[in-house]
């Protein structure tokens, strides 16, 4: 029999509950242990979520029986009555996952009311205005969410309604007139449903919950998971909380509130709120709310005791709090807290903000930046001579930092497909819902006419990074038109707009963009993550630009250089060419000669960019076929220019065809066929080194990397031409250099045969994207094509190329590590694929004792950071 507790009340749970009751529910009920004043009720457990899909999409009885108890508990609490009709209680069900996702999933406001409900509300409170608005939100969120009955559908008939009665806002129509819109609305209600709206509380309550529930699988959930790696299997709470009214007139209002600002960190109270009001206005934009600061000049004793409780809140939580607040005929409820997303710059403001003043230690304040944030400082900002000849065209609210430039996006639909073509876009819409999410994530930068600081586009800028302008009224933006007016100026898709997410300007045309640096609080608190971490971040770096560039970002070396890039240039393309159709030895090594100072001079550069720190050069890894043209026009032209006929071109083309190429003659296997290509590499990266050393003084130590072994007689055979290659060139420049030698471990059955490897390998770097790849049995340029497929039926959560499989790949990664260290004990171990750059990877890595990790130049300061966590979290 099943004895599990199901429901708690606000009075029995505390913080520590976070898995259980989801961080809403924790919350609720700490700020009810801390005295602060909360409505009360209960949550229903993040298991009820899992049982309910578990149990085919159904809550089981047992539940509904512990939930219809705490409803009368509730009664008892609050001296009311559900579904009565002389003093009716009333609740909100929300949701609330373990960590915040904002606006992903679903709310019910004001559920318990009914057609006697509310007549009763309305003579208990002598204020028929107030009772018809509550019921109508309740009508139009109930057919939305729990029955899926379109929300502009009610929208239109209150701007109907509007226009009848001569009004501008919702608040100027009279109680009357909400009386006729709860008429119209159950009308609408009965058209799309076949039947009467739903009259019982009871049953209403358990149907929103199962919505709530239901809403944790809804597309926007799971992009959002995706994006913040949060697994599906943590499921949801609810909590059923006892209704205040901010929309019980002027004495009454609501608002969303920081303890300090969430764009720029400064510690002050930011917010924004209004009179006669409920909380979906003010996210929604819907009206446009006042700054909270206007609070003190309305009500300063209200005021006074609003600051007190944020005070007390951010102490008791040790980080910047976002709360809801409810104003109801001048008593004031704070209906949640939780740690409050915020900009990049504001998370690093804050987090050294609060080491200063005594509140957190540099270990705790490491914790407190989420390491993805950092992705939108490093980031191009707007070019400042540039921005003098550019005109604004328009002005909103600074929703959340940074610079972007792109063609104009009217819909999500349309700024995906758009920016999965290549192209940047601006996504410009009247105002941003959750349904948004996979567009506001492709698109470079956000502009909503509609909406404050605290708006749905404005919340989730702000946590993914992205530049945002909120609440530019001046624009008028037809959606079915496709276009965006300013000023008599009409602009249409294939227009360009910029926008400034740190002044809310807005340009008509394209405005350069610059890189920015590292300096101020980032690089304090970049210096403590260095401090503290114990992974050595490298950088994926093809040329001295990109080397330069991740030096600057605090990489610590060159965890993989692709050589191969190297070739595509324009200006050795022809003698790469050459060296693949050579029809014997003499000719391939003639066309490599004139290869090897363009590769020896890449080198050099890298080299100084390096400045005496560790370089992997990784040699030739791709098939060759993929260096030769394949259209008959193209191999024509290349036959003219190397003096060759057409037909003897395309046949060695098509000789070199392969069925599978990324499993077929390439990475060592090209160097056991062609070693004067090992030779030609070797030479470059010795006699680069050596320059280097007698021109800066820098004492390079290249890791030369064979990739894709699979076998150790396979190394060792290229091995020993490396090694031959670099002890003669060494013997003619009368120079000793120190030197590795090492293997990319991407293929399954060198993992397994680690131990034998390391005998001959110095180092591993593991290349995680081939890795996973030969894992999973699909290519890596293919999956997109059906792995959409697999989130949606919930085979996979993730895209297995972007976040490690800890579960299969992560167990070949400890096998070879478990195993090199046999073979070598004192064998350097590192990944350089693209995981490199993943928190949750970068963590797996340190957890499992690599030396480092390799990423591209931008992410180096995301992994730096993730590899700090990782080291705060394992010592706890």
């Known amino acids: ?164 009665k ?105 917010g924004e709120y209004l009179m006669n009001a409920q909380g979906e206005d003010v996210v929604a934009g819907i009206r446009t709310p006042l700054p909270i600061s206007k609070l003190e000049e309305q009500n300063p004793v209200i005021y006074k005791e609003f600051t007190d409780i944020i005070d007390t809140l951010e102490k008791h939580y040790k980080d910047m709090q976002d709360m809801e607040m409810t104003i109801e005929e001048g008593k004031l409820y704070f209906l949640q807290t939780r740690n409050g997303k915020r900009t990049a710059q504001a998370a690093l403001k804050i987090a050294v903000d609060l080491v200063e003043d005594g509140t957190l230690t540099k270990e705790e304040a490491i914790l407190k930046v989420e390491p993805r944030q950092l992705d939108s400082l490093l980031h191009p900002a707007f070019d400042v001579e540039d921005l003098k000849n550019s005109k604004v065209i328009g002005k909103g609210l600074p929703a959340s930092p940074g610079a972007a430039c792109g063609t104009i996006a009217f819909t999500a639909e349309e700024a995906k497909e758009r920016a999965e073509k290549g192209e940047n876009v601006v996504l ?7 349904e948004d999410i996979e567009g506001m994530i492709a698109a470079k930068g956000i502009l909503t006419v509609r909406g404050g600081m605290t708006s749905h586009a404005a919340v989730v800028a702000r946590g993914m990074g992205t530049c945002c302008v909120a609440g530019c009224g001046e624009l008028k933006v037809s959606e079915v038109n496709r276009t965006l007016e300013v000023d008599g100026k009409v602009y249409t898709a294939d227009d360009f707009i910029s926008i400034d997410g740190s002044t809310g300007n807005i340009y008509g045309v394209a405005v350069k963009t610059v890189t920015p640096e590292i300096s101020g609080h980032f690089a304090k608190f970049m210096g403590w993550a260095d401090e503290i971490r114990k992974l050595k971040v490298r950088t994926n770096a093809d040329t001295p630009k990109d080397t330069k560039q991740a030096v600057e970002f605090g990489a610590e070396g060159i965890g993989l250089c692709r050589t191969e890039h190297m070739f595509f240039a324009e200006d050795r393309i022809k003698a790469v060419r050459e060296m693949i159709v050579a029809k014997n030895v003499e000719e391939r090594r003639r066309a490599l000669d004139k290869i090897l100072p363009m590769q020896k001079e890449d080198f050099i550069g890298i080299y100084e960019a390096l400045e005496g720190m560790p370089a992997t050069i990784r040699f030739l890894d791709p098939p060759l076929h ?47 066929s062609y070693p004067e290509i090992a030779e030609m590499q070797t030479r470059a990266v010795i006699e680069a080194a050596i320059a280097v050393k007698e021109n800066k003084g820098y004492d390079i130590i290249p890791e030369i990397m064979i990739p894709l072994v699979g076998d150790v007689k396979e190394l060792k055979y290229v091995k020993d031409i490396v090694v031959r290659t670099a002890e003669a ?70 895209d297995p190329f972007a976040k490690l499989d800890q579960k299969g790949v992560g167990e070949l990664i400890k096998l070879a590590v478990q195993k090199g260290r046999e073979g070598r004990p004192n064998i350097k171990l590192g990944i350089c694929g693209e995981h490199g750059g993943d928190p949750s990877s970068v963590e797996f890595c340190h957890n499992i004792g690599l030396d480092y990790v390799s990423c591209s130049p931008f992410r180096v300061p995301l992994a730096r950071l993730a590899a700090a966590q990782a080291q705060v979290k394992n010592r706890r």
């Not at 599990?4 to 989801?22: D, H, I, P, Q, R």
């Not at 929300?151 to 239109?156: A, D, G, P």
């Not at 000789?655 to 090209?670: A, D, T």
């Not at 996973?772 to 049995?777: C, H, L, P, Y």
Request: net charge negative.
């Open 1 to 164: 029999m099943d004895n599990k507790k199901y429901v708690y009340l606000f009075s029995e749970g505390n913080a520590t509950m976070k898995n259980l009751l989801g961080g809403k529910g924790a919350n609720l009920a700490e700020m009810s242990i801390l005295g602060i004043p909360v409505p009360q009720g209960f949550i229903v457990t993040t298991e009820v979520c899992n049982k309910y899909y578990e149990d085919g999409k159904v809550i089981a009885e047992k539940i509904i029986k512990e939930i219809h108890e705490n409803i009368a508990k509730l009664e008892k609490i609050t001296g009311k009555e559900f579904g009565s009709t002389t003093n009716p209680l009333l609740v909100s069900v929300r949701s609330g996952a373990r960590v915040s996702m904002p606006g992903m999933m679903d709310t019910v406001l004001n559920l318990g009311l009914n057609d006697e409900a509310v007549e009763a509300m309305s003579k208990l409170t002598n204020n028929p205005r107030f009772a018809y608005d509550s019921y109508r939100r309740f009508i139009q969120m109930f057919s939305d969410v729990v029955m899926g009955i379109e929300k502009r559908l009610f929208e239109n008939i209150i701007d109907e309604l509007k226009e009848e």
């Open 166 to 270: 001569g009004v501008k806002v919702d608040t100027d129509l009279t109680g009357e007139d909400l009386k006729e819109l709860v008429k119209r609305f159950k009308a609408l209600y009965k058209k799309e449903k076949g039947e009467e709206f739903l009259a019982d509380p009871k049953q209403q309550l358990i149907e929103s919950i199962t919505a709530v529930f239901r809403s944790w699988d809804n597309p926007r959930a799971i992009v959002y998971r995706r994006l913040n790696d949060i697994p599906g299997e943590w499921g949801t709470a609810v909590s059923v909380q006892e209704m205040v009214f901010g929309n019980k007139g002027e004495t009454s209002g609501t608002g969303v509130v920081f303890s300090r600002d969430p764009s720029t960190g400064e510690n002050v109270v930011y």
């Open 428 to 434: 410009v819409r009247l105002e941003t819902s959750p």
């Open 626 to 672: 993929e260096f030769l043209p394949h259209s008959d026009e193209d191999i024509a032209s290349l036959a003219k220019d190397m003096g060759i006929g057409f037909e003897e071109l395309k046949a060695t083309v098509e000789s070199l065809h392969e069925f599978n190429p990324m499993m077929g003659h390439r990475g060592c296997r090209l160097a056991v």
């Open 729 to 798: 060139v060494m013997k003619e420049k009368g120079v000793k250099l120190e030197y590795k030698v090492g293997t990319m471990i991407e293929i399954p059955r060198a993992c397994i045969i680690a131990d034998e490897i390391a005998k001959e390998a110095e180092f591993f770097s593991f290349g995680t994207n081939d890795l996973t790849q030969m894992a999973f049995g699909f290519s890596r340029d293919d999956a997109a094509k059906f792995l959409v497929d697999y989130y949606e039926n919930k085979i996979y959560e993730q």
